[in-house]
């Protein structure tokens, strides 16, 4: 093969090709378009995964920022079902029935754990939560949510079925704005240091302080009587009685029938007393009981 080359000098140059030399000039450019095409898709691809990359980067801080509010608010979900459990073991003793069967309990609160690792896991940096163990913790507080339910439900229904003594039921704290001082069971008694045990819950306050009347009932006797100084004792019915001592002002009489949350007297320190104070006892069928076992709503503050 021939290729004429005009020259500036007007000359014309011969040049000759073999078929095998112009076969590997064109394998050269071949190879040549195909480096720098590969060099332009690499350069492309490279840009594509960077900016993927920085993409799937902000999506995984953003999915980590998700989990850890999650992870947040099922704790907070957790803190608040504890609470539930322990107003539903109150509720329980206030309506006389059973506490929840510990094993049913268990099965709420534990359960089987996620042996299996989350795929989501992969893709969360070392040291952060784990989806596998969020998932535990959202199967365990649907669980808790589930038992509270049920258990609400048996609350409801005694509750409904039994509302009369309930009503006769004492359940509140006597007083606003005091403090526990002497509870019940053995203590040194503030006059002749001798060991003696304590019938009741001393509610420290200062003078005038209304008292209220912790259920439905009629007052047994409202008078001054020993140590107790001026005393108020109330029947509930269905076995309840309480008493209230200490008292400066009495505003019922004997027969009188009160409500739950009925101011009865004021804050005393009356009796044998060192300090101004309200002095309260429950007791069932004639039997003194801890006080604190029967406040499941309260006033102090």
Not at 19 to 48: E, P, Q, S, W
Request: proline residues 3%.
């Amino acid at each position: 093969m021939k290729l004429l080359i005009l020259q500036e000098d007007s000359e014309i140059k011969e040049v000759s090709f073999t078929k095998r030399r112009l076969l590997l000039i064109v394998v050269a450019c071949l190879f040549l378009g195909a480096g720098l095409l590969y060099l332009t898709l690499d350069t492309v691809t490279n840009t594509m995964y960077q900016v993927k990359l920085k993409h799937v980067k902000e999506n995984n801080t953003r999915l980590v920022s998700l989990l850890h509010r999650l992870q947040t608010r099922i704790d907070t979900l957790e803190v608040n079902l504890t609470g539930l459990q322990s107003q539903d073991a109150a509720i329980r003793t206030y309506a006389d029935l059973p506490q929840m069967d510990k094993d049913i309990m268990q099965l709420g609160i534990g359960g089987r754990r996620y042996d299996k690792t989350s795929e989501l896991d992969f893709l969360i940096p070392s040291g952060d939560t784990r989806v596998s163990s969020l998932l535990f913790d959202i199967d365990r507080v649907a669980r808790m949510v589930k038992l509270e339910r049920l258990s609400y439900e048996k609350l409801y229904t005694a509750f409904k079925n039994n509302s009369a003594e309930i009503e006769a039921t004492p359940s509140i704290i006597p007083v606003h704005n005091g403090y526990f001082t002497d509870g019940f069971g053995w203590r040194r008694d503030p006059f002749n240091h001798e060991n003696r045990f304590h019938y009741g819950q001393d509610i420290a306050s200062r003078k005038g302080i209304p008292v209220y009347a912790t259920a439905d009932g009629q007052v047994l006797y409202a008078k001054r009587r020993g140590g107790f100084g001026l005393v108020i004792a109330i029947d509930h019915g269905y076995g309840y009685e309480t008493l209230y001592g200490h008292l400066s002002v009495m505003d019922v009489r004997a027969g009188d029938q009160v409500t739950r949350g009925q101011k009865i007297a004021e804050v005393g320190n009356t009796g044998r007393s060192t300090a101004s104070h309200l002095h309260y006892e429950v007791h069932v069928d004639d039997m003194p009981q801890n006080p604190l076992n029967y406040f499941f709503s309260g006033y102090l503050e």
